[in-house]
């Protein structure tokens, strides 16, 4: 069975300062990664993924991500975040390509001017 | 190109009646999943579909939830009859082949009073 932990349900930050959020997993099999963002009255959109290719990951908007096997994380980091970062954000980790996604409990994210 | 449509945004009803829900995919999108929130808590699976198969129903919680995918195009989510517990958000997401890119709706509310 798969898992995910996001540590801290509300992560606040003042503008211009470092955005790191917390995913642990736990997978009998190589995962497939994810970190999906939810903007107000908005769908979920892909951030980034880890499909077993290079560790650290960047994605759309700056945000990176880097793959960790031996501490089991996937921890989200941005050097310095906007405004406009303010959402709620859910990891997630999938068995392969084409297999459900089993998501954490999220983080939302408050950016302070 | 228009996105994952949800029908509706909101919906508010009594324990014991009956609601249905309604997820346009993006077109060509052969695969079409359903997930849940509930309650703040993590984002679950409930079904995928592949065109106008179910290939995976694992996660539907009992037989009070009934999907349909008409043609494998639309899908349909009912709720019969609806208990408190069933409130949350519903997300629908649908993808071209594989798990690449997961495109989600806005999601529908539903509150169940």
């Known amino acids: 069975a798969q898992s995910v932990t996001q540590l801290g349900s509300h992560v606040s930050v003042s503008e211009g300062a470092l955005v790191l959020l917390r995913c642990n997993y736990s997978?009998?099999?190589?995962?497939?990664l994810f970190w999906y963002v939810q903007y107000p009255n908005q769908g979920l959109q892909l951030l980034l993924k880890?499909?077993?290719?290079?560790?650290l990951v960047k994605g759309i908007n700056g945000f990176e991500a880097e793959f960790k096997k031996s501490e089991t994380s996937f921890h989200l980091t941005k050097p310095s975040a906007h405004m406009s970062d303010a959402a709620e954000y859910f990891c997630?980790?999938?068995?392969?390509?084409?297999?459900?996604?089993?998501f954490g409990t999220g983080t939302r994210l408050a950016v302070r001017p | 190109e228009a996105g994952v449509t949800q029908f509706p945004s909101h919906s508010v009803i009594e324990k014991g009646q009956t609601v249905t829900l309604r997820c346009d995919p993006i077109?060509?999108?052969?695969?079409l999943y359903w997930y849940r929130r509930v309650m703040g808590k993590e984002i679950k699976f409930l079904l995928h579909?592949?065109?106008?198969?179910?290939?995976?129903e694992s996660g539907m919680p009992n037989n009070r939830f009934l999907a349909e995918r008409t043609g494998g195009t639309y899908s349909t989510l009912k709720v019969q009859p609806a208990e408190l517990e069933d409130s949350g958000v519903y997300f629908c997401?649908?993808?071209?082949?594989?798990?690449?890119?997961?495109?989600f709706g806005s999601g529908t509310q539903l509150s169940v009073l």
């Open positions: 997401a649908s993808s071209q082949v594989i798990l690449e890119k997961l495109f």
């Open positions: 997978s009998s099999v190589p995962p497939y």
């Open positions: 880890y499909t077993s290719a290079a560790t």
């Open positions: 997630a980790v999938s068995r392969s390509s084409g297999d459900k996604l089993t």
């Open positions: 077109s060509g999108h052969d695969n």
């Open positions: 579909f592949v065109k106008e198969s179910k290939q995976d």
